[in-house]
């Protein structure tokens, strides 16, 4: 079965600072795309960050970058310089290439104290 | 463009009643996906369209579930009769069929409240 996990239901990080969120996942497919979403108290689903598996070189979008270790299934975010607006709910997700849908982490609840 | 637009952003209704969620995807985006997001299990995906067609209804989790799409620019999720149970966060998001692994847009939600 395909899985992912986020094991740290909450975090903290102060403000300015840099903090890792941790995803896992369970897949016996090659050809696969792996995602970040934000989940402010707005609701609205956001996405971050954006990983093909067969991309060695890790994702970055500005503050937000990956590492994609493909052999142990793993995909954590960092965010570096942790700014207010970073609090929020994020969820890893993953697609497998040449189907529609999407797994989905239960989310990590992010705060950012200042 | 606007997004994906759902309506109403809240719902509040009296178990029993019949409730609608509206969705209106990106335009020319052919692939539409209803989830529903509550504490205990996370984000489920409930129906999926491709070309206005429902391809995977899997997940829609009994009878009192029904998702229409008339047209490319329109979807419904209605729960007929509603339960207390049933009270979550409904989404909708589209994507480009083509592009599934360019990844969703989201709609901002409804907030479904059976009381």
């Known amino acids: 079965a395909q899985t992912v996990t986020q094991s740290q239901p909450e975090m903290s990080v102060q403000e300015a600072e840099t903090v890792t969120l941790s995803c896992t996942y369970d897949?016996?497919?090659?050809?696969?795309?792996l995602f970040w979403y934000k989940q402010p108290p707005s609701r609205q689903m956001i996405l971050v960050i954006r990983?093909?598996?067969?991309?060695?070189q890790n994702a970055t979008e500005n503050r937000f970058s990956v590492n994609f270790q493909k052999a142990a299934k793993s995909f954590s975010l960092k965010i570096s310089d942790s700014q207010l607006g970073d609090a929020a709910m994020y969820f890893c997700a993953y697609y497998i290439s040449g189907t529609y849908k999407y797994i989905f982490g239960t989310g990590t609840r992010l705060k950012v104290l200042a | 463009d606007a997004g994906v637009i759902q309506s109403p952003r809240h719902e509040v209704t009296e178990m029993g009643q019949e409730v609608t969620l509206r969705c209106k995807p990106i335009s020319g985006h052919n692939s539409l996906f209803w989830y529903r997001q509550t504490m205990m299990r996370g984000l489920e995906l409930l129906i999926y369209f491709n070309n206005n067609v429902p391809i995977d209804d899997s997940g829609m989790p009994e009878d009192r579930f029904s998702a229409k799409m008339p047209n490319a620019s329109f979807s419904t999720l209605k729960i007929q009769p509603s339960e207390p149970r049933d009270s979550a966060v409904y989404f909708c998001a589209s994507s480009s069929g083509g592009e599934v692994g360019q990844g969703y847009t989201f709609g901002s939600g409804t907030r479904l409240t059976v009381v």
């Open positions: 990983q093909e598996a067969y991309k060695q």
């Open positions: 897949t016996s497919e090659s050809d696969y795309y």
